[in-house]
């Protein structure tokens, strides 16, 4: 079992920031690649970023390329999600998952966190 606990949600203007943090415990060993996944209201849930346990290989989606960046801590088994320039069509709730596999599919992505708000005015 591997448990995810995100942090770092909030509430920020259109243009600000924001630092999420997904935390991982348990048994980690299997993990591949963490990734970033956020669900608006209304819309299914859709990918953000992803990256490589070992070796840090990152890919975006369009929607946020340029101005998220996805980092990592081995060392805290710590996955963190930098947001700028945010926009009022990034308002999700955002959670962390993890796979044994380098893909964008979430049927693939075994453990989940329970998510975290971020919400982004106008």
């Known amino acids: 079992q591997v448990q995810l606990v995100e942090s770092g949600g909030g509430l920020v203007q259109a243009g600000g920031s924001l630092r999420l943090s997904c935390a991982a415990s348990g048994r980690t060993l299997s993990t591949y690649t963490m990734g970033w996944f956020r669900q608006a209201p209304g819309k299914e849930r859709e990918f953000v970023a992803r990256?490589?346990?070992?070796?840090?290989?990152?890919n975006y989606a369009d929607s946020v390329k340029g101005r998220f960046t996805i980092s990592k801590d081995n060392a805290k088994n710590t996955v963190y999600l930098q947001m700028n320039s945010l926009k009022p069509e990034d308002t999700a709730v955002y959670s962390c998952a993890t796979s044994s596999l380098w893909t964008v599919v979430q049927s693939w992505y075994n453990y989940w966190g329970q998510g975290t708000q971020v919400t982004v005015s106008s």
């Open positions: 990256i490589m346990w070992t070796g840090g290989l990152t």
